[in-house]
């Protein structure tokens, strides 16, 4: 042991006697003096190794090096302590990162290949992640945690490792670059889990690399290393450190989005959001930015929180000037997240979005949001928006001739969404301030349903316009649910500016695609009308359903008649499929109702109109969740058959609501009396029936006559009632039995009152 290495062992002892003087009780518990004397003796030779470590590497060395490595790396998988020391361990990992050289490819000693020297760093990184990952969940035995333990203590406190991974930050090799990254991070976190602070060395590096803002490997490693410290603080139980974490860096995040997202596009700017690996992983950093913002609480909001709303305008400039589709996407979605409230939807839990205290200024930062939105798409932003086609894992789809244009759905659900949403928003404010404009908020939906028809076919072939609104957001449930109360809130806001009466109020709702009637009974089409599936969505925290179902059932209690028309309305029109699906495949399937055996009085049917080829709807059955497992329900007086002729649903509707009905009752109440021409229900139709195939119940495509309008009009109409109705009939059954979630009892009484409206025209 040379003259240096001793004096640096005499100051470290020196500095463990006042350090274990300041160790609280329980950590000596842990910890005996005797094992972190040991750990810092240990440090000695391990330098003294280390220091000759790169002249005596040969080829035969890195196979050692790799096997001990993976065999370190299996008994930890295994949770057993390694046949090696942890010194060696720790000389191993140690040894292979400070083999690497910055801005070098892996110059590896000489006579050594450069892949297998890279291999083998990559391989001690690999480990060092699954070290400190195992420690940080506290998962292992008392034995391996004192040996992972040692490791760490030597690699940190004696080798300075943390500096040596940060300088590979640099590395031009980016999955040397990304490991170690990965690594800083789960050490950093590990660090803040033990000892409640940061690593100095890291936080200085974030700051260094943020406030210069140059592209290259090591503003990636800041950023993607940053990002995941982030999310584990918001997922784990150190919430309360975010704050501390996020003023140090608040300056130099600032400045590095005040380059990459200028207010005005630039050449510079255009070069700098350009680079899709450095692009794609600031806009990660500020989604979970703005979660942040959402799940901190009511504190104050710091400025690096509120970047996406700051710079709202430049990343919709993004969307659509940047040449990169991903970029594009990426911002645009950034962007409808956070006006949806959801940004960190991914790895958040939704209760902890929901239920978050939002800060003093949210609202005006959203209000601030939507202006920059509708202010882009008044001056033609829409126009300037790219969507290719259909996209999945593999990458963008070829798209043959005979399979037709099928878009990118994400981007038509992330900017119909996000207009939409701002169109609530300045409805709201302009309801606080008495500014309102109908005519102004008509002119957003006509631009957008241009918009649609631009990049789709199959919405440029839709007669109905309300159509969109289940052809669009048919497969994803919790967009659909969000664009359902924001078109409802506009159709109020339309019908409280307009001055218009209410058969004038539904036609030009109906011609801009917002009538809420016709919007609740394609969500209905989209689910087969099957209560079930209504049950799961008012049970579930993931969509906003309970809020606009109530809201919907308090206007349709009053406007029955309007209904009515819409069923008609919808009925003249085959239901739309989402956009992911062929129109070309819309039939299809063997379709079975259901009856009743021995009673005549009652007949549960779950009914689906569905457009086939060759003009004709059929009824059948789709059942996708059974609730009937209740002492109440009777399963045993229940067949499939795809033989026994039944009633008419209009007629099986009736006897179902009737049934209903003595079990909850609600007060009457009084409706606006209004004629609606064209959908007068008659509630006996007869069905008819193909006279060869299976025994199906079918209706023939509408055809523009008001008898079969009335007909369909009446189809819809009942089966929509039967689904209110029996939706009705088992959450009354469950709040019964208090296995509801929460208190049903305004939800009964509204379904009982629709009930009550529903019973002169079924």
């Known amino acids: 042991m040379d003259e240096r290495t001793r004096t640096a062992v005499c100051n470290t002892q020196s500095a463990l006697h006042s350090a274990l003087r300041l160790l609280d009780p329980v950590r000596l518990r842990c910890y005996s003096l005797q094992r972190c004397f040991r750990v810092y003796h240990m440090g000695a030779s391990i330098m003294e190794s280390e220091a000759g470590i790169m002249e005596h590497t040969d080829q035969s060395t890195i196979t050692e090096r790799v096997d001990r490595l993976t065999d370190a790396y299996r008994s930890l998988l295994m949770g057993s302590c390694p046949s090696q020391s942890a010194e060696d361990v720790a000389l191993l990992i140690s040894s292979a990162v400070r083999g690497l050289v910055p801005h070098h490819r892996a110059r590896a000693p000489a006579g050594i290949c450069n892949d297998s020297w890279v291999d083998v760093s990559c391989l001690s990184l690999t480990l060092l992640v699954r070290i400190t990952s195992n420690l940080t969940s506290r998962s292992l035995s008392p034995a391996v945690t004192w040996y992972c333990e040692d490791i760490l203590a030597l690699s940190f406190q004696r080798l300075a490792l943390m500096s040596r991974l940060i300088d590979q930050f640099q590395n031009d090799d980016r999955v040397v670059s990304h490991l170690a990254a990965k690594a800083v991070s789960a050490c950093v976190f590990h660090q803040l889990h033990q000892s409640g602070i940061f690593s100095p060395v890291w936080l200085q590096k974030c700051v260094q690399v943020f406030s210069c803002s140059s ?35 608040d300056a130099s995040l600032s400045a590095l989005c005040s380059k990459f997202l200028p207010e005005e596009r630039t050449a510079g700017a255009q070069c700098l959001m350009d680079a899709t690996s450095t692009a794609g992983l600031l806009l990660d950093l500020l989604e979970v930015l703005t979660a942040s913002s959402l799940i901190g609480g009511a504190d104050l909001c710091l400025k690096s929180q509120r970047i996406t709303i700051i710079h709202s305008s430049a990343l919709l400039t993004t969307v659509s000037c940047s040449p990169q589709y991903f970029v594009k996407k990426r911002a645009l979605l950034l962007l409808k997240r956070a006006v949806l409230q ?29 202006h920059s939105v509708l202010t882009a798409v008044a001056a033609g932003w829409l126009q300037s928006v790219q969507v290719k086609s259909a996209s999945y894992f593999g990458g963008t789809k070829v798209i043959r001739g005979e399979e037709g244009h099928k878009p990118d759905c994400v981007v038509l659900r992330a900017v119909s969404l996000l207009l939409l949403k701002s169109m609530e928003l300045h409805i709201q404010t302009a309801r606080a301030t008495g500014v309102d404009s109908a005519l102004e908020v008509y002119g957003y939906l006509q631009s957008l349903w241009g918009f649609l028809r631009r990049c789709s076919v199959q919405l440029t072939e839709v007669t109905h316009p309300c159509c969109w609104f289940s052809l669009l957001f048919g497969d994803q449930d919790d967009d659909m649910m969000e664009a359902a109360k924001a078109l409802f809130s506009i159709f109020l806001h339309h019908r409280r500016c307009s001055g218009l009466d209410d058969l004038a109020l539904l036609e030009a709702a109906c011609a801009h695609g917002s009538n809420p009637h016709c919007h609740f009974l394609l969500l209905l089409q989209t689910i087969s009308f099957d209560h079930s599936i209504l049950l799961d969505f008012l049970i579930s925290t993931e969509t906003c359903f309970l809020e606009y179902f109530v809201r919907y059932l308090k206007y349709l209690r009053g ?52 457009p086939t080829t060759g003009g004709i709807l059929q009824v059948g059955t789709i ?140």
């Open 559 to 610: 406007d029955w008649q309007g209904f009515v028309a819409a069923c008609g309305r919808i009925s003249w029109h085959s239901s739309p499929l989402p956009l992911q699906h062929s129109l070309t495949e819309s039939g299809g399937g063997d379709m079975v109702k259901v009856t009743c055996k021995g009673r005549s009085d009652q007949v549960v049917v779950s009914a689906c109109v569905q």
């Open 215 to 249: 592209h290259g490997p090591d503003l990636d490693s800041c950023l993607w290393s940053l990002t995941e410290v982030l999310k584990r603080l918001l997922k784990g139980p150190h919430q309360d450190l975010l704050g501390e974490l996020l003023a140090a860096l």
């Open 342 to 370: 959801k940004a960190g939807e991914d790895w958040a839990s939704a209760g902890l979005l929901s239920t978050a205290l939002r800060y003093n200024n949210f609202h005006s930062d959203m209000n601030m949001l939507a």
């Open 623 to 762: 059942n996708l969740v059974g609730y009937d497992s209740s002492d109440q329900s009777d399963p045993e007086n229940m067949e499939v058959s795809e033989e026994e002729a039944g009633p008419s649903v209009c007629e099986s509707n009736k006897c179902r609501a009737m049934d209903v009905k003595p079990k909850i009752s609600g007060p009457p109440v009084p409706m606006r009396q209004k004629q609606y021409g064209s959908a007068v229900c008659k509630p006996n139709s007869p069905l008819q029936r193909r006279p060869e195939g299976p025994s199906v119940l079918q209706i023939e495509q509408p055809s523009p006559c008001p008898t079969m309008s009335g007909q369909l009009g009446c189809e819809t109409s009942a089966r929509a009632v039967l689904c209110m109705s029996q939706l009705r009939e088992v959450v009354t059954r469950l709040h019964s039995k208090k296995l509801f979630p929460y208190n049903p009892c305004s939800l009964l009484k509204l379904l009982a009152q629709v009930d009550n409206c529903s019973q002169p025209h079924v």
